[in-house]
Structure formats: structure tokens, C-alpha cells
């Protein structure tokens, strides 16, 4: 984020990667809402991205790179930002992503800081996306499972954005890479305080879950618990494939909105009012600092 004037600052954020579905119009629409996720995250508004792209233009149609731009076109049209321009090269391996950026109040940013203990925590998108699209790339999950990702991979997280500024909220990350407990860990890494995750309330794919028990886990479920295990407790009694889903790497996930607890009900119905009918309360904050307990 970058001040402007005491009443403007901009924020600039970037993200691209490779296909995680087969059909190139829909990796676009998720390239787009994933890479707007993090300007949502802080409780500001978008206006201008520029392309990124990396096309083996020797290897591939160029007809493909046509549906993942129109797909990507439409999902800025719907979230109402200007595409500027951008840039291509050509690589061995399709890539496609955007840079963008935002605009906000300087004193309304939402930070991933700031949580409060007694605060509610709720989450806006079920969890497991990782897991699925590694079951799309091994061929074993079915239409149904494809369709159920997609459709929550290319959702915007605008909505749930206006509603936690005006409901006004404590703490909010988006969750991406890094999986729930990483961008969890982030929010409390700073010492003052910690977080309870019950896990039987958390929104995941159904399929995830199968795919869980199986074993079929992506490697970056292992970084992720790897770098964060010490900051994390489960409680005896949890399944062991709650921790792969909680590492799960996310893409295009949903919001963690830290809110007190008087409001949080009230953020859950307005969410659940504009569509978003898998948000959750799945925790609360805690003053074990530094620290997070599934149970």
C-alpha cells in the first residue's frame, strides 16, 4: 500500500500461475479473481490490472490463450476494473496472472493485524481446492467436483469485502497459497494473541474430504506444515486429514474476517443474504499468544 494524499492511498498487488483446470476460459476467470483477492482483503476497491502471460506459443493453439484472456476480460468486466495493457513472453510452460491495483481510504485499510481475543473468526469459501485441483490433474475427480471448485475459485470476494466495511471488522486475510493455518499463523504472528479453529465447522468440499482420507494431498500441503507446525496444536480426537486440509494450499480461496463478537452473527446473515451460504463462524480469538489450537 502507497499513500497518496491523506484521504488516497493505492494498493498494488500481483499473482499469476499455471492451469489448474482444463478449460481455458475458466482458468482465466480464476487467474482474475484470485490475483483481486488481496485488494479485497484489505477493504479496497480495484480499478486497473495489466496482464501477465507466458504462452509456448510452439507447443500450443493460440486459440487457447484467446479463451483464457476472454475469460479473464469478463471476470475484471464483472468486478468493474479496467484492463490497461500487459505483458506476454514466450515460455515452455502457460502461465497467466494479472497485476493490480486498488484504491482505498488510508485510514479504512483492513489489515491481516489487529485481531482482538473474543473476536469471531468466519470464513467466506469452503475449503480443499488444492486437493481437488490435484485430483483434476491425476483425472479423478468427477463433473461434479470440477463444477463445485470452479464455480468457488472464480467467485469474487467483493461482496464479502463491502459487507465486513460496513458491519466494520477487526482483521481480515485472504486465503491463498499458504493454506487456512498459514494465513491464520499470519494473523497472529506478531505475539498478542491466538486462535481455536473447531474443526467440525469448518466449510470443505465433500470431495476434498474423500480425497483427503485417501492421501491424494498436493506438496505445498507439506511446506506449508512444515513451516508453520510449531505454531499449531490439534487437539486428540481430530482427524488427521483435518491438518491436510487446513495446509491445503488455496487458490482463489476465501476471506478470514476477524469480528467482535456482538457483530458477528449479523456479518454471517448479511453474508449469507448476498449468496455466500457456505460462510462459517470456525473459531475464535484467544489470548494464547502466538498460538492455535484445532479442536
Known sequence: MYKLTDNLAIIQTVDYFTPIVDDPYAFGQIAVANALSDVYAMGGKPITAMNIVCFPSKTMDISVLGEILSGGLDKLKEAEVTLVGGHSVDDLELKYGLSVTGVIHPEKVILNSGAKPGDKLILTKPLGTGIIN??????????????????????????????????????????????????????????????????????????????????????????????????????????????????????????????????????????????????????????????????
Not at 491464520?184 to 470431495?207: N, R, W, Y
Open 134 to 295: 490435484t485430483a483434476i490433474k491425476a483425472n479423478m475427480a468427477d463433473a461434479d467436483a470440477v463444477a463445485a471448485v470452479t464455480e468457488q475459485m472464480t467467485m469474487l470476494n467483493n461482496k464479502a469485502s463491502e459487507i465486513m466495511q460496513e458491519i466494520g471488522v477487526h482483521a481480515c486475510t485472504d486465503v491463498t497459497g499458504f493454506g487456512l493455518l498459514g494465513h491464520a499463523c499470519e494473523m497472529i504472528q506478531s505475539g498478542e494473541v491466538g486462535l481455536e479453529i473447531d474443526h467440525t465447522t469448518l466449510p470443505i468440499f465433500p470431495k476434498a474430504i474423500e480425497f483427503a482420507q485417501m492421501g491424494l494431498i498436493p506438496a505445498g500441503t507439506y511446506r506449508n506444515r512444515d513451516f508453520r507446525s510449531a505454531m499449531v496444536n490439534f487437539a486428540s480426537g481430530v482427524p488427521d486429514w483435518i491438518s491436510d486440509v487446513l495446509f491445503d494450499p488455496q487458490t482463489s480461496g476465501g476471506l478470514i474476517i476477524s469480528v467482535s463478537d456482538e457483530k458477528a452473527q449479523t456479518l454471517l446473515t448479511r453474508l449469507h443474504d448476498a449468496g455466500l451460504i457456505q460462510s462459517a463462524i470456525i473459531g475464535k480469538v484467544t489470548n494464547q499468544s502466538g498460538q492455535i489450537m484445532v479442536q
